[in-house]
């Protein structure tokens, strides 16, 4: 297709309003992030000290448990949390009695804050009055009476991500919408084959709804590479930073004025990103998932 000259001015000027945001509000500031990332900026001046925040960086063992501690979220969502919205998502597709109630339950977390959810699941670990060690303690478990699940090095993580998986439901609501666009003609044919259900869901729904599966692999490492809100509200980073990740030191770094070394730490943080989806574009085009 031949696109006459006027045409092209027209097509121009339409895209120019995006753009420049584009450019403005993206490329600019990358730019901008790149370049004082070789300085000791401090918000006022900024000479230039080459390698220097990044050889900073890399021998500092708090900057490298932030990463130790992103590839734990993002291996955890790969591993657990995705499976498992693809396990209800499964069951869910069979429309069973009730089924719109769960999937209302499972959703809601998406569309309340954060910090309100953060400061619940607080109160339930808390050590004193939590429900969580109220159960236990009734249960027999008297160890963990006054236990301090966030405060604790051995149970942080874990306390961490059991309140993270309540954010399951966002993939398991993308998978389910997958499933309608399935032909009820492929369950027909497996029924008359004396298939069961799980056979269906296994051999049919599955493999038809896996490019969507490793849609949400995907969203599953660009949300846990900028996990931060949680993070903050509930520890802090701590304890003895534990569970401190990439942007949280970002952010104290900007806090102490030391911006040029926390530009470089999200310089590295982007090139880490843009790695990780490089390499799981690249698996997807060879497992052809498309």
Known sequence: ?????????????????????????????????????????????????????????????????????????????ALIQVPLALIIALLLSHRSRGWKVFRTILFIPQVVSSAAIALLWMALYNSEYGLINFILDSIGLEGYKNHNWLGTISTVQPALLAFWLCYVGYYMIIMLAKTTSISEDYYDAAKIDGALQFHMDWFITAPLIRSTFFTCLILGVIFNLRQFEFVYLMTNGGPANKTGVLVLYIWKELQIQRLGLGNAAGVIMIAFGTILLLLMRRILRSQNYN
């Open 1 to 77: 297709m031949i696109i006459r000259k006027e045409d092209r001015i027209w097509l121009f000027l339409f895209i120019m309003p995006a753009l420049s945001l584009f450019i403005v509000f993206f490329i600019i500031p990358i730019l901008f992030l790149f370049i004082t990332s070789f300085t000791n900026w401090d918000g006022i001046e900024a000479d230039f000290v080459g390698l220097n925040n990044y050889v900073k960086l890399f021998n500092n063992k708090t900057f490298i448990r932030s990463i130790v501690n992103n590839i734990y979220w993002i291996l955890s969502s």
